[in-house]
């Protein structure tokens, strides 16, 4: 008779009912799913990296957030994987696969993507005769003219830092060119020198200097907010993008049934259900449509295939101390402190990085 | 004879102290140890740096912020927790209020039964500007309250997590207080009161003295406990706006599995050892605890 093989994995959501079906179609395989909070998912995996009990399969954010275990060797190459089975290569979004791949090769697959997108409440643009803006400068005047009418034109909260991350992280990507950023969020060379970020923050202190983020933001939490802006009572909420991706552990046991199930949660047939089932939208070529998903998000994802690259969540992408620098200060920024200062104290944390894995 | 004796009695010892140094001991000296490296959870690096990380501590701008935070926390402690819960539990105490006593002491007592998370929730959305009461409720009260924004600004906010702190636990202390009350003799006061002594006297005289290991106790838990504090900073504002509320505690935190720097985070983890274990020490000292009776 043959030995059950487990293969365990740790993510901060998903995954559970389809461990059932893969089970039924390996019966010699057994998995053991953990599930972690989104919070704590990024310490809970460097405790375990660094007592050696990496989980076989393990959810990563694409950027250093992954970078960091394939650096250190921690992660499974999956490129001779993906070379036996182009089509599983193929299947997903070149822009969402290309933010897992570290030195040429590939380390993770993603399962599910984000796309940062700005929503608006029709009834308050109706309400206040408002065009749908399309460029920056229309988009002021939108705030501008929602703010004369006593109506708070942007839904924003910063009890927890990141969401500052969601700005900063597309405003970089406007004023940076991507060669240099590369760079900068690579903790080996970070260096934060380029006048663009200093703008990035600017643009986005100003928002918050003429009052379009509402008040007491850094007291306010983000759900709160968006529960308020569901329910009618703001404007509107930014809503960059990223990967959700899963890595095999460089210490797994049993790599290709790893990889089958890998295989089996980004299927066509799994990826249609899980965007379905869950709404969150999976990182798959034609994988979202009006069938299986919001209208909204259909809309937004015909665009999705012809992207490049994909400015990755901001928080995610460079080191742990150049990110909680990022958004500590750029929460004194919201108290006060200039751009300049800010992108000072980002450069100081670079560098100090940057020494450090020298 | 009393060879065996000294013999068993080692046995008897053994599997405790054992314990002890293995999952106490060892650890510290583990960390001390690991202060001196440079290294991460992730990195395969391990390389000696001396007393880098002590150096780069003590020129550490947040650390010298969240070292004051933690004595704000410790100097409210200590005025709370120590200070006016001896009041409380003294009135609590006297004749007039036996009655309704146990009323009051309940009342107190149920905020520390809570845990921290749910306290910490609670008390964020109590102050919240946008959804909470307490702004309104000043408004009633006549003050201007439109601004007030208590866990969003970096000068009030380490006050207003260490108020939070002083209403769960004073409780605690007014409970220990009382049960170390109970414990005097009534002829003492009796006695005082035929000589003639007014409260006062009797409080300074009779109560502080006697109680006076209770105090000790209280003093070394809640002084160490602000060393050590950590939940309360993490549920309200995890050491917001920018780093205004963080502690040696949360910041070690952050520096070890965030930052993914846990040789600093080992020298950060030292230093409030090495506080605690001071001001253990001289609070023993200073009361002469083994010098009773």
């Known amino acids: 008779m043959m030995m059950a093989m487990t293969v365990s994995l740790i993510a901060w959501c998903g995954g559970k009912e389809k461990e059932a079906d893969f089970e039924d179609a390996h019966p010699d395989v057994d998995i053991e799913y953990e599930n972690t909070s989104v919070q704590a998912i990024k310490e809970k995996l460097s405790v375990l990296a660094a007592g050696g009990d990496l989980p076989d399969i393990f959810f990563a954010w694409g950027g250093e957030c992954l970078n960091r275990f394939s650096r250190a060797g921690r992660t499974l190459d999956l490129t001779p994987y993906m070379e036996d089975d182009p ?37 308050v643009f109706a309400d206040n005769n408002l065009d749908v803006p399309e460029t920056w400068d229309e988009f002021i005047d939108v705030c501008e003219r929602l703010k004369a009418n006593e109506v708070a034109p942007i839904a924003f909260g910063n009890s927890d830092k990141w969401y500052t991350m969601w700005y900063v992280g597309q405003f970089n990507a406007n004023y940076v060119d991507a060669g240099t950023r590369t760079s900068d969020y690579n903790p080996e060379s970070g260096a934060f020198t380029d006048p663009g970020y200093t703008k990035a923050v600017q643009t986005f202190l100003d928002l918050n200097d003429k009052g379009y983020l509402g008040t007491n933001v850094n007291s306010q939490d983000y759900y709160q907010v968006r529960e308020e802006f569901a329910s009618g009572d703001e404007t509107s909420s930014i809503v960059t993008g990223g990967s959700e991706n899963y890595a095999v552990s460089a210490e797994c046991k049993h790599p290709d049934e790893a990889v089958a199930f890998l295989k089996f949660m980004t299927s066509k047939e799994q990826a249609l259900k899980q965007t379905k089932e869950t709404g969150l939208p999976n990182a798959l070529i034609g994988g979202i449509t009006e069938d299986n998903s919001d209208p909204v998000i259909a809309a937004a994802y015909e665009t999705a295939e012809d992207y490049t690259a994909i400015a990755e969540w901001l928080d995610q992408c460079v080191d742990g101390n150049v990110a909680n620098t990022y958004m500590a200060s750029l929460q004194e920024g919201l108290d006060g402190k200039t751009a300049e200062d800010i992108i000072a104290d980002v450069q100081k944390a670079a560098k100090e990085v940057a020494e450090a894995n020298k | ?9 080692e046995l008897y010892l053994f599997p405790a102290l054992f314990i002890v140094i293995i999952v106490l001991y060892l650890p510290i000296f583990i ?8 290294w991460g959870a992730m990195s395969t690096k391990h390389e000696f740096v001396g007393f880098a990380n002590y150096i780069k501590m003590f020129k550490d701008e947040v650390f010298y912020v969240a070292l004051k935070n933690n004595m704000i926390f410790m ?23 036996r009655r309704s006593q146990n009323f009051f002491r309940s009342i107190y007592f149920i905020p520390s039964l809570l845990m921290v998370t749910v306290v910490g929730i609670a008390f964020k959305m109590i102050v919240s500007p946008s959804i909470g009461v307490l702004n309104p ?35 605690y202390t007014v409970i220990l207080f009382i049960v170390a009350l109970q414990n005097i003799p009534g002829e003492l006061y009796e006695a005082a009161d035929i000589d003639g002594a007014n409260a006062v006297k009797k409080f300074f005289y009779i109560t502080v003295p006697e109680i006076k290991d209770t105090i000790l106790i209280n003093t070394i838990i809640t002084v160490t406990g602000s060393v050590r504090e950590y ?42 050892f090495i506080v605690t274990f001071i001001i253990g020490l001289a609070q023993m000292k200073g009361y002469r605890l083994d010098d009773q009776q």
């Open chain 2, 137 to 171: 409720l000043l408004e009633l009260a006549g003050a201007d309250a439109s601004k007030m924004d208590l866990l969003g600004n970096a000068g009030g906010a380490t006050y207003a997590i260490a108020a939070m702190s002083q209403w769960q636990y004073i409780g």
């Open chain 2, 1 to 9: 004879m009393r060879k065996k004796n000294q013999r068993t009695v």
């Open chain 2, 75 to 97: 100097v409210t402690s200590v005025i709370f927790q120590i200070g006016i819960s001896l009041i409380i539990a003294n009135v609590l105490e006297c004749k007039f209020m």
């Open chain 2, 231 to 272: 939940d309360e900073v993490f549920v309200t504002t995890n050491g917001g706006p920018g780093y205004a509320t963080e502690t040696l505690a949360t910041y070690l935190y952050k520096a070890g599995f965030r930052n993914d720097q846990m040789g600093y985070a080992s020298a950060l983890a030292f230093f409030i």
């Open chain 2, 31 to 38: 960390n001390l140890y690991e202060s001196f490296f440079s």
């Open chain 1, 87 to 123: 089509e599983w290569r193929d299947s997903f979004l070149p822009s969402f696969l290309s933010s897992s791949v570290y030195d040429g090769k590939n380390y993770a697959v993603p399962y599910r993507s984000s796309v940062l997108y700005m929503l608006y409440s029709k009834q």
